[in-house]
């Protein structure tokens, strides 16, 4: 009698732990795509918080407003040759939108695609006025990190005479 209850206790046991593993076969890759999702959205509200700083500073020369960027994934890029900012996340495990195909979201364009650890994608912002960094036609690339970027964007006013645009500077606060 009594081996009969410990063999029904360790079966029942099993047979448990079995259902919670097939279930959380099928539930952890839905958790993982939907933490990639609002990961990829936050980065597009970063985006969009980065666009209003600039279009705020294009308002009048000399103007300057800081941002904080958290940075938790991927690659943020000031890019002076395309007058561009960018974010690109290489980790993600499924795609955020149709791979290979550019869509816009507001001002932003988003491009995923497929990659052989599963997918990734490039959100790209950009600008008609000159983008720089520390006023200066470089790019820089800041990497994800657990303390926010502190940032600096000062319109510099119309210092490009060939082309009449309006210089933006994004400077690094404490770098």
């Not at 936050?42 to 800081?66: C, H, K, M, S, Y």
């Not at 599963?118 to 006023?135: C, K």
Request: charge should be negative; avoid cysteine; aromatic fraction near 8%.
């Amino acid at each position: 009698m009594r081996g009969q209850v410990w063999i029904e206790t360790v079966l029942y046991t099993l047979i448990g732990l079995a259902l919670m593993g097939v279930v959380l076969a099928f539930v952890m890759p839905k958790l993982n795509a939907e933490k990639d999702r609002l990961a990829v959205e936050q980065t597009i509200q970063t985006l969009n918080t980065f666009d209003e700083r600039v279009n705020t500073v294009l308002q009048a020369p000399g103007n300057v407003r800081e941002i904080d960027m958290n940075i938790q994934r991927g690659n943020f890029d000031i890019n002076s040759t395309n007058d561009s900012v960018s974010f690109y996340i290489g980790d993600l495990s499924t795609p955020y939108s149709q791979p290979g195909v550019a869509i816009q979201i507001g001002r932003i364009t988003a491009f995923s695609q497929k990659t052989p650890s599963g997918a990734s994608i490039l959100l790209t912002l950009p600008y008609t006025d000159n983008i720089t960094y520390n006023q200066q036609d470089t790019d820089k690339q800041f990497s994800a990190s657990s303390t926010p970027y502190r940032f600096t964007v000062t319109n510099l006013g119309v210092l490009d005479t060939n082309s009449g645009k309006n210089v933006i500077s994004v400077d690094e606060i404490g770098s």
